[in-house]
């Protein structure tokens, strides 16, 4: 995707803490970063992430599942919501929703998804506790561009954390997720400022 406009549009969607919002935001304070959050979008009211966003002077919206008959009419109105502000790339950070086939085809290659562990191992809800059932003594977060799958679009990006003997899921969690905020802010930047391109799964920044 070539970059056309500086600094570009996130649309952040979130459904808990926001603390990758909160990097993203930071981040986006200094021009140089090249990018500015334009709205946070949630599927659920009362969390932290839509009072980071508040506390910003950013505009939220919120788009519950039951709210409509049907979950393609989640979609579509999420959808909409997001098209609203004209986002040049969509940011899912702690989204804890697949969004649909509208969704994904209307902003085709422009939604990216951090996930706390390295793909392909460990996708869905439960990265940390996975990892640490399974015994891996390496996980870590990646950032990917969302396709039709659970957790497995494109890699723009991954950082390995390591699993100490007497981690419990808290624990391991909020360590990869210095390590995720990190990757997440480096990344979105350069996807912002160089744009990227996909080729055979293979994410690549410049135009
Ligand atoms: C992050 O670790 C993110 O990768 C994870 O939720 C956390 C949100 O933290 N997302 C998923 O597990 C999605 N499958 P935050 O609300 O503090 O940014």
Redesign the pocket.
């Known amino acids: 995707m070539p970059t056309t406009r500086s600094p570009q549009r996130l649309v952040v969607l979130?459904s808990?803490?926001?603390?990758?919002?909160q990097a993203l935001l930071d981040a986006c304070a200094d021009p140089s970063y090249g990018a500015t959050v334009v709205a946070v979008g949630a599927d659920r009211d009362g969390i932290e992430?839509l009072a980071r966003a508040d506390r910003a002077g950013i505009p939220t919206f919120v788009r519950k599942v039951g709210q409509f008959s049907s979950r393609d009419d989640w979609d579509h109105a999420l959808a909409d919501s997001v098209a609203a502000f004209e986002p040049d790339l969509v940011v899912s950070?702690?989204f804890?929703k697949l969004v649909g086939e509208d969704f994904l085809g209307r902003f085709a290659g422009r939604i990216v998804n951090?996930?706390?562990a390295l793909s392909p191992s460990f996708p869905?809800?439960h990265?940390p506790a996975d990892a640490l059932a399974y015994g891996v003594k390496v996980t870590g977060?990646t950032l990917f561009v969302v396709d039709g799958g659970v957790?497995t679009g494109p890699i723009v990006a991954q950082v390995a954390v390591p699993v100490e003997d007497d981690d419990d899921t808290e624990e391991l969690?909020e360590r990869?997720?210095v390590a995720?905020r990190q990757m997440l802010v480096e990344n979105v930047g350069r996807m912002a400022r160089e744009g990227f391109t996909i080729t055979d799964r293979k994410v690549r920044f410049g135009a």
């Open positions: 979130v808990g803490s926001g603390t990758n919002l992430g950070a702690g804890m951090t996930h706390p869905g809800m990265g977060a957790d969690h990869i997720k995720e």
